[in-house]
């Protein structure tokens, strides 16, 4: 069965590096997503991407955020530089485009963000 | 502002009995309706969805149920199992909108005793 892919499992970094997390979608799914995460908290909306572009995006997606399909399996998102309070647990997800808005979205197994 | 909450954070229940797991939700101009599963150290698996324009639909072992006068849905899983032991999330959506945003709530746990 087709599945999200995430790496790494978890990543450590110091306040104020820059950190790309990856995310290869189901191959034929066309929209693309980003959720977070922090521990003990809601799954929240960051991101949606179609068609090389952001479609929708959050009040926490400021300017330290980016993200971006740098070839045709993987989508990263991009922290510029990375405050404490990014460390949370982050979600790639992915959906095809028959259903429209209410086509399911299939998550990944999440990238463990740590922020010292 | 917009929230989706759980009535309850943990639900424990006997093998083989039913199991119950709430959701309100506050935006009437929700229209779609999600249940996914989380296992521990896992990303979110889909159970099962609802649009507004039902209020009722079975899944294998699942039902949702939505009342969208009291912005209320729930997920009955039926002779509950251990593999079933994990957190439920509920996650809303505005399809139209044009909205591919899910916005979810905070998760009840539920533990299933041998």
């Known amino acids: 069965e087709p599945e999200v892919t995430q790496t790494p499992s978890h990543q450590v970094t110091q306040m104020g590096q820059e950190v790309i997390l990856r995310c290869v979608p189901i191959s034929n799914h066309l929209y693309f997503y980003w959720y977070r995460q922090i521990l003990g908290q809601k799954v929240e909306f960051l991101v949606s991407f179609y068609n090389n572009e952001i479609s929708e995006k959050s009040e926490i997606f400021d300017d330290q955020f980016s993200v971006e399909r740098p070839d045709g399996s993987n989508f990263t998102l991009k922290i510029r530089s990375t405050k404490l309070e990014d460390s949370a647990m982050y979600f790639c997800?992915?959906?095809?485009?028959?259903?429209?808005?209410?086509?399911?979205?299939?998550f990944g197994p999440g990238t463990r963000l740590t922020v010292l | 502002g917009e929230s989706v909450g759980l009535h309850l954070p943990t639900l424990s229940v006997q093998e083989g009995d039913n199991s119950i797991i709430n959701c309100a939700y506050s935006?009437?101009?929700?229209?779609?309706f999600i249940w996914y599963k989380q296992e521990s150290g896992k990303g979110p698996q889909f159970i099962i969805d609802i649009r507004s324009n039902m209020d009722k639909r079975q899944g294998q072992r699942v039902t949702v149920l939505l009342n969208k006068t009291v912005k209320h849905l729930s997920l009955q899983i039926a002779a509950t199992q251990p593999g079933d032991s994990a957190v439920y999330f509920c996650a809303t959506g505005n399809s139209g909108a044009g909205s591919y945003q899910l916005t979810f709530g905070k998760g009840t746990k539920l533990s299933v005793i041998p």
């Open positions: 997800a992915s959906s095809s485009l028959a259903g429209g808005p209410t086509d399911t979205q299939y």
């Open positions: 935006n009437s101009a929700s229209d779609y």
